[in-house]
């Protein structure tokens, strides 16, 4: 347009753009979203378990020290005090989870909450950080995660025989910064909450609640002086599900095995082996090991490997069964829709993306009603409307295991906007009368998103108090340039009834008659 100046239509679209590839950065997919909130609900399930566990032994511990005073009253009596403690502390980690759950309700029928929907952090982003730091509420967190490891450490001191649980609260609840993968250290709230959907927040969150539980676990068997007794007993093994693989599309069957399976400090095997490498032993840690890996390769996967133990002298191979995963594709963009905003015009090449989360754009296809649509790259496609007030666009993606997954989007077919007539490049032209032979007319769409171009075939030409001529093509007639002469300063000359052709376009495309244009004679 004139001056290179955008108008606000435009200047409010580039808004709308920018707010797009924000929250495109931010989009993550439900089954991800889905999976967080299963695993939150397992370590609620998990959590219950260990409070009615550590009440039965606090409850063994009392009895002991009703029968056996001279025994058993100072490590019940530190016993209380852990319960105190992790009472505290774990209410405020429930706390804490309340910023991850605030403005979302349960389901009334399925009591659960919307996993799919807690995709955005923002009450912990803007509530636990500021600027490059924490806020208040940050340094208010991280306080009390060192006030409680100070005070648990405290309670058991004295004792050498709680070294191992010592280190155990040091590793659990250090909020030293964590180095990534590349190598930097951040700040340990950043590295595990900033910038997470709230659903995976929560996760973590009753991920830490289970750690304070199972530190009041290992304070009281050590308490009772019974840790080798455990060790062998039932109560030290824990029932767990254990799927044939880790993410799942809705509606697809899930394969599970349940097993018992037990962890501790003494049980610490001489060597693992994952995937063919072989882990360090500073990695095997109290009976587990930590390990890292790189997920490649959409699909699924398998871990396979052995834990070798001494076991009367001899090694014995433990081999890692059913430990499946699958990888999804990390979203590259995101479709931001309102039902007012998807259109495509009728007669252009409408560009469409078409994407299957955790699928590979060669394993998806299209169709589409009311025009056709052309596959022009990897997940790209052109769709020509021909008719209809809508079309509905049909995106099937295979999954790995060969069934097929479909979507649908509908989209409303409308026709292109007016054009707004022009005379020599502007709307309202002025020059002298005798610059009316060499001007040209020509017709464009305004604020429009698609690259067309107009071709002007006819028009009228208005002579104020001479008359009027009928101009095909763009060429002034002879007859039409003689009344041009007669004008005077201070005429308008009227550009009316302009008919135009959209350039490339089949020809039952309507166009709408541009809008008229004038030319003031100075």
Known sequence: ????????????????????????????????????????????????????????????????????????TEPYEKALKVQKLTTEFYGYIGSLKGDATKGFTNDPETKKLPYEQMDKGQEIDYGWFEKDGLSTKGKEIIARFEKYRADFKAIVADDATFQILQQSIDKKFSTNPVKNKDKQDIPYLDYHFKGYPAVASLAYLSSLQNDVRTLENEAYNLFLGNSLKQAASMRHYQAMVIPDKAVYY???????????????????????????????????????????????????????????????????????????????????????????????????????????????????TASATNGSLKKIGNGKFMFTPSAGKEAVITATGTMPDGKAISSKQVFRIKALPRPRGYVRGEPNAKGPASNLAQVSISAKMEDFDFDV??????????????????????????????????????????????????????????????????????
């Open 1 to 72: 347009m004139a001056g290179g100046k955008q108008t606000p239509r435009q200047k409010m679209i580039n808004l709308m753009y920018l707010v797009f590839i924000a929250m495109m950065a931010l989009n993550m997919s439900k089954e991800v979203l889905t999976a967080f909130g299963l695993m939150n609900e397992k370590f609620e399930d998990a959590n219950t378990n260990a409070k009615d566990t550590n009440e039965f032994l606090l409850t063994a511990l009392a009895g002991k020290a009703e029968d056996e005073p001279a025994r058993y």
């Open 250 to 364: 809705q509606g697809e069957p899930i394969k599970y095995k349940v097993v018992l399976g037990r962890y501790d400090n003494s049980t610490v095997p001489t060597s693992v082996v994952v995937n063919g490498a072989t882990i360090p032993q500073s990695r095997i840690k109290a009976g587990q090991v930590e390990g890292t890996s790189v997920a490649s390769g959409l699909g699924e996967h398998k871990f396979t490997g052995k834990f070798t133990f001494m076991e009367e002298g001899k090694p014995v191979v433990v081999d890692i069964l059913n430990s499946n995963y699958v990888v999804v594709s990390r979203p590259s963009s995101a479709t931001i829709s309102a039902d007012k905003m998807n259109v495509v015009y009728i007669g252009l090449d409408n560009p469409i993306s078409v994407t299957v989360e955790g699928i590979t754009s060669d394993k998806v």
């Open 453 to 522: 171009n107009l071709r002007v075939t006819q028009y009228t030409i208005v002579f104020p108090g001479v008359g009027s001529e009928v101009i095909n093509g763009t060429t002034l007639t002879e007859s039409a340039k003689s009344k041009a002469n007669r004008l005077r300063p201070g005429d308008v000359v009227r550009i009316t009834n302009i008919k135009s052709k959209l350039e490339g376009a089949a020809s039952n495309v309507i166009i709408k008659d541009p809008t008229d244009a004038t030319f003031t004679i100075q």
